[in-house]
């Protein structure tokens, strides 16, 4: 058996070494004495994706066992054994047949509970661009390989386009297409999805890069003019921008 480490897990070590300096000893101690959260390893850790490394490929992890796990942080089998073990006692952690481990439903119900509210996070944005066009203004959601209606917020005049809640569109056509699957930056809509229906999209980032939705404006082609689109397409991409930032993005 050669226990000679590999390119990679001398790369992880070195890495994973580099991130934790900084979080030693005495800095636990500071937040500890200052009564302040102290997440801000894992968070670190988990930008750079060593939280995945011992999960397995087939859910998106690095695939990794316990003895690579070990070489990678540069601790001992028994003790990272021992961690994990203590994390699967308590469901946020599973171990798989293979003895590999995952993400268990407690720490996915502690992820979800953490998660920003996207709906209640866009509704000001929403307003703002209702108010700004006097256009209904539409947070779509991507569920099941379909956008859905998850929030709006539409004029009170009597001629406006309406938005039921829980609403779902084709991902095949339409402004939202053109952002979440065509990868534009502002998705445009001339009657594409509906007749004399415009509408403009422009996509919201999560923290991993993922299109996950859409903020729309849309109205009646005799009330919104190709000029009017694209003055409406920059300014929902700007809002969209800053949504992302709020859940986490990194893009500029």
């Known amino acids: 058996m050669d226990f000679r480490e590999s390119d990679e897990q001398i790369m992880l070590r070195q890495s994973a070494a ?9 800095w636990f101690v500071r937040k500890a004495r200052a009564d302040e959260r102290s997440d801000e390893l894992w968070t670190a850790l988990a930008k750079q994706g060593f939280i995945g490394v011992n999960t397995p490929e087939a859910y998106g992890g690095g695939g990794m066992g316990i003895s690579e796990l ?3 942080l540069n601790v001992s089998k028994g003790t990272l054994r021992d961690v994990l073990l203590t994390l699967a006692h308590h469901g946020l952690v599973v171990r798989d047949p293979d003895t590999r481990f995952r993400l268990g439903p407690e720490l996915r119900a502690l992820a979800d509970a953490s998660a920003p509210d996207l709906r209640a996070l866009a509704q000001p944005y929403l307003v703002s661009l209702m108010e700004s066009f006097g256009e209904t203004a539409i947070l ?9 209606i998850a929030a ?11 938005a039921p809640l829980g609403r779902r569109l084709p991902l095949e056509k339409g402004a939202h297409a053109k952002v979440l699957v065509g990868r534009d930056e502002i998705g445009y809509d001339d009657q594409e999805l509906f007749r004399g229906v415009r509408a403009v999209a422009a996509p919201i980032t999560d923290a991993r890069g993922r299109r996950i939705a859409a903020l729309m404006v849309v109205g009646f ?7 009017m689109l694209r003055r409406i397409g ?7 921008r800053s949504l992302s930032q709020r859940i986490g993005s990194q893009a500029a």
């Open 152 to 162: 709006r917020a539409e004029p009170g005049t009597d001629l406006h386009m309406t």
């Open 18 to 26: 580099a991130i934790a300096t900084g979080y030693g000893h005495d």
């Open 70 to 72: 070990a070489r990678a």
């Open 140 to 148: 779509g959601l991507v569920i099941d390989g379909k956008l859905e």
């Open 234 to 240: 920059e300014r929902c991409a700007s809002s969209a």
């Open 221 to 227: 082609k005799e009330r919104v003019d190709l000029r």
